[in-house]
């Protein structure tokens, strides 16, 4: 990629539009400028493989992508159900961030699958610079760590409900 194609996607303008940057000064947001990795992604392609390690954070910068997770429920004697099931699909306009889960856990595992809709550009912003960044710089790493915890517990609020409607449609089924 061109640095003039990576300039338009990686900027302070755009990047303060991502929920994982707000209220931070474009000074704070320039030293995520700097490190950010832009990746290109065909339709079809797979950016994040549930199971596999992640070591980064990712920005969808522009298309779509559909995140889904594997049915692991054990169907018969044969084995494990291998299909997955589709959570959601995200487009660069809502300014979404995937990936960030794997940066916190001890086995560093990637939790769902990522695959591009359509022809997608991708913001890569390793571990390594992830936490060189919040590390140096107190401040940046408080806000940044908010908003992500932020984040996550938008998206546990979500599974629990997701749960709770599972759980319910199950007893209702039994009855």
Known sequence: MNTKTKAQYVNISILSKYEIFNS?????????????EVLEYESGDTIIKEGEVGNSLLLLLDGMVEISQALTLRT??????????????????????FGEMSLFSDDDKRTATVKASTKCLVGRISRVDFFQICNSNPTIGNIVMQNIARVLTEHLKQA??????????LSLLIE
């Open 76 to 97: 018969d004697t044969s084995g494990i159900d291998t299909r997955e099931k589709s959570l959601i699909k995200l487009s660069s306009t809502a300014r979404p961030f």
């Open 160 to 169: 629990n409900q997701n749960v709770l409607k599972l759980t319910t449609a």
């Open 24 to 36: 931070l000064s474009e000074k704070n947001i320039e030293h995520f400028c700097e490190v950010i």
